[in-house]
Each structure stands twice: as C-alpha cells, then as structure tokens.
C-alpha cells in the first residue's frame, strides 16, 4: 500500500515537473544580481518572455571585435599582439571616462602594465615569467626590463608631471621623467591600493601616463605588417 502511494507520488511529481519544463521554454533566465559574503553566493534570476527580452542584455559582454582578430596565440609575436590590441581596446574605453576618476586610472595603470608586457614578450620574455616576481603587477621592474631589452620612451612634448614628482621623489634620484611616473603610479598599482582603498591620495594624472603608453604601444611591431 506504502508503495503504492509512493509511486502515485513520484507519477504526479513527474508530470508537474514536466509541465514546468514545457513551461519555462517560452521564458528566458537572466541574472540580474549577485551579492557575495563570507557564508554564500547569492544569484538573483530575472524571467523574460523570449519574444521580450534583447537579444543581447546590457549585462551580457559582447565578444571584443580586437580579440577575434588577434594573430596566432600559438607564437610570441601572436601573444605580442593579443596584449598589444587588449592595451588598445581598454585604453580606447579608457580615455571616454571621467577624466582623472579613480576608474580611469584603475584602467591607465592596467592598461600600462598590459603595453609593458606585450612589449617584453615581443622580445622574448615567456608570459609564466611575466606572471611571477619580479614583474606581476609590478611596473618598476617591467619597465626596467624593456628598457634592457631596447624600449626608449621620450615625453617630448607631452603632459608634464606634477611638480611634487620633480621635487621630493626626484631629489637625489638618477630618473627621468616616464621613471618618475612609472614609479609614482605603481605605489598605487603593483599591491592593489588603488582597487581596494577608501582612502584620497594623490596621484599621477592619466595625462601624465598617456604619452607613456603611446610610446609603448608604438613601440611593440604589428604581426600582420
């Protein structure tokens, strides 16, 4: 008898469920808000009616058009370019930002130390090295290493840096103008205190790092020429 009912049960179980399924085929799922805490991840779903909902949700990425013609990932001149054209494709993003916002120079930096990278494997460096000491994040080191390698970068003509660079980091320091930055922008770059902290701070103006970056980007030879 036990079993009986229990059978029933699961049959009608079943059929609801597939009476669901058929249901939720008209409908669309999509996230629409995650929150994150020591104990759970939590995602909420909202549901479209697929005649209602675009084709491409704000809050979906669009494949990157500089991605898809990147030249062959399986060669160092190929690696050059991806991180060559993803510099470029955050540093295009990058410069329609509020000028000077903690986001802009979150980006700049990154976009930096991406141009550094593709440079010093464009001559040679193994990205696994790139990802460990004494590069990671670090800019100082990636910078110095490029220049070893043959990496000249001039800003004539460009933004001039903050007097404070010139004057108290730069007193009784053998460094140029970009050295000046580059070190300036990586106290805030190489551990993550830009991304995390709360706290002001003053820092290299993106003017101050744009030139720097043409020059880099400029300096890492297009596969394709």
């Keep these: 008898m036990k079993r009986r009912i229990l059978?029933?049960?699961?049959?009608?179980?079943?059929?609801?469920?597939?009476?669901?399924?058929a249901r939720l085929r008209k409908y669309r799922v999509v996230?629409?808000?995650t929150t994150s805490n020591k104990r759970d991840d939590t995602t909420e779903f909202t549901i479209y009616p697929k005649t209602s909902v675009p084709t491409l949700?704000?809050?979906?990425?669009?494949?990157?058009?500089?991605?898809?013609?990147?030249?062959?990932?399986d060669t160092p001149q190929g690696r050059a370019d991806a991180y060559r054209n993803l510099a470029d494709e955050i540093y295009h993003s990058a410069r329609q930002m509020p000028e000077d916002s903690t986001a802009q120079q979150i980006l700049i930096f990154h976009v930096l130390e991406l141009a550094l990278k593709?440079?010093?494997?464009h001559t040679g460096l193994k990205?696994?090295?790139?990802?460990?000491?004494?590069?990671?994040?670090?800019?100082?080191?990636?910078y110095a290493e490029a220049k070893r390698r043959g990496l000249r970068v001039s800003l004539a003509g460009g933004a001039e840096p903050h007097d404070i660079i010139l004057g108290s980091r730069g007193a009784g320091a053998d460094l140029d103008k970009v050295d000046l930055i580059i070190n300036w922008a990586n106290e805030f770059h190489d551990r993550g205190v830009l991304r995390y902290s709360v706290a002001s701070a003053l820092l290299p103006t993106c003017l101050d790092v744009f030139?720097?970056?043409d020059e880099v980007l400029k300096a890492i030879p297009n596969g394709d020429d």
Excluded at 133 to 139: A, D, E, I, Q
């Design 118 to 121: 593709g440079y010093l494997i």
């Design 57 to 73: 949700p704000l809050n979906i990425k669009k494949v990157s058009v500089y991605r898809e013609r990147t030249n062959n990932l």
């Design 7 to 21: 059978n029933t049960l699961l049959s009608r179980a079943a059929v609801a469920g597939r009476a669901i399924q």
């Design 31 to 33: 996230p629409s808000h």
């Design 127 to 142: 990205e696994e090295q790139l990802s460990k000491r004494p590069y990671s994040h670090n800019l100082i080191n990636a």
């Design 211 to 213: 030139p720097i970056i």
